[in-house]
């Protein structure tokens, strides 16, 4: 893979990273605070939805670390072992744990009694569907890249033969 091409990616892997932590740091407990001060009844979700979302962005942040572990590797030429598996592991387990974090919050949607500054039925149908269209797209991607492992999982072995052959 091309060196430039390698070198952008972990770029914008470092920034987003970088993103995130200011976003965990700053952005998160910033609106949770401005939210309460806005609206006094949202106070007792504001400790809870601020940790889900920090951990949300964590898991994030992994799976980001993950994939440029992942891209070290193959700037080696050394994506093709046992060690690669491990990475996609993490980037699997990351993503699980976001997507729980989702469910659990879809579920407390759907089902807690959360109030409304303007009793906007609207407003909490579509956090609501916002929330498990998250789940949706957390889940099609953990099995995207389980799908994505068992090709790296192929190509591993036959990468072992050939070099068995030769």
Same mark, same amino acid.
């Given at each position: 893979?091309?060196?430039?091409?390698? $070198?952008?990616?972990?770029? &914008?892997?470092?920034?987003?990273? +970088?993103? $995130?932590?200011?976003?965990?740091?700053?952005?998160?407990?910033?609106?949770?605070?401005?939210?309460?001060?806005?609206?006094?009844? #949202?106070?007792?979700?504001?400790?809870? #939805?601020?940790?889900?979302?920090?951990? &949300?962005?964590?898991?994030?942040?992994? +799976?980001?670390?993950?994939?440029?572990?992942?891209?070290?590797?193959?700037?080696?030429?050394?994506?093709?072992?046992?060690?690669?598996?491990?990475?996609?592991?993490?980037?699997?387990?990351?993503?699980?744990?976001?997507?729980?974090?989702?469910? $659990?919050?879809?579920?407390?949607?759907?089902?807690?009694?959360?109030?409304?500054?303007?009793?906007?039925?609207?407003? *909490?149908?579509?956090?609501?569907?916002?929330? *498990?269209?998250?789940? &949706?797209? $957390? +889940? *099609?991607? +953990?099995?995207?890249?389980?799908?994505?492992?068992?090709?790296?999982?192929?190509?591993?072995?036959?990468?072992?033969?050939?070099?068995?052959?030769?």
């Amino acid at each position: 893979m091309n060196q430039l091409f390698i $070198g952008t990616l972990r770029f &914008g892997i470092a920034a987003a990273i +970088a993103c $995130g932590l200011f976003g965990q740091l700053v952005v998160i407990p910033t609106t949770a605070a401005h939210e309460v001060d806005r609206f006094p009844p #949202y106070e007792p979700f504001a400790v809870p #939805y601020v940790t889900v979302a920090i951990i &949300g962005v964590a898991c994030i942040q992994v +799976a980001l670390v993950a994939t440029w572990m992942l891209l070290d590797m193959v700037s080696r030429d050394a994506i093709f072992t046992p060690r690669a598996f491990r990475w996609v592991d993490v980037i699997i387990g990351s993503s699980l744990v976001a997507t729980l974090l989702a469910l $659990g919050v879809t579920a407390h949607l759907a089902v807690g009694d959360i109030p409304s500054p303007d009793d906007n039925t609207m407003q *909490a149908i579509g956090e609501l569907g916002a929330a *498990a269209v998250c789940v &949706g797209v $957390g +889940a *099609a991607f +953990a099995m995207l890249v389980v799908v994505m492992r068992g090709l790296l999982r192929k190509a591993t072995d036959l990468q072992t033969e050939i070099a068995e052959v030769v």
